[in-house]
Nanobody, 115 residues
Framework: QVQLVESGGGLVQPGGSLRLSCAAS????????MAWYRQAPGEQRNLVAT???????NYVDSVKGRFTISRDNAKNTVYLQMNSLKPEDTAAYVC?????????WGQGTQVTVSS
């Protein structure tokens, strides 16, 4: 079993920054990919950014140039640096890890962008 624990969410003003962390209970280099999703109230969960074991990175268009996904294998942690935050970025951000046909999910961390 794999545990993923997110942290770093909070309330921030528009234009501000936050860094989310996702700490895994096992060696993240063994995962095929890790990702951040987000889910706003009443909406479906949507992919935000992915990073594969080979280092390939992809972002949804709405966060390109503002968000950066990275990983620290030594700490078994994946990060999401979020800059120039907008109110529409408000959501619960959830960490995901893929291992073969298995998907693992964290509990999420709330990000609220509001003045």
């Amino acid at each position: 079993q794999v545990q993923l624990v997110e942290s770093g969410g909070g309330l921030v003003q528009p234009g501000g920054s936050l860094r989310l962390s996702c700490a895994a209970s096992r060696d993240i280099s063994s995962f095929d990919a890790m990702a951040w999703y987000r889910q706003a109230p009443g909406e479906q969960r949507n992919l935000v950014a992915t990073i594969t074991s080979g280092g390939s990175i992809n972002y949804v268009d709405s966060v390109k140039g503002r968000f950066t996904i990275s990983r620290d294998n030594a700490k078994n942690t994946v990060y999401l640096q979020m800059n120039s935050l907008k109110p529409e970025d408000t959501a619960a951000y959830v960490c995901n890890a893929v291992y073969g046909y298995r998907n693992y999910w964290g509990q999420g961390t709330q990000v609220t962008v509001s003045s």
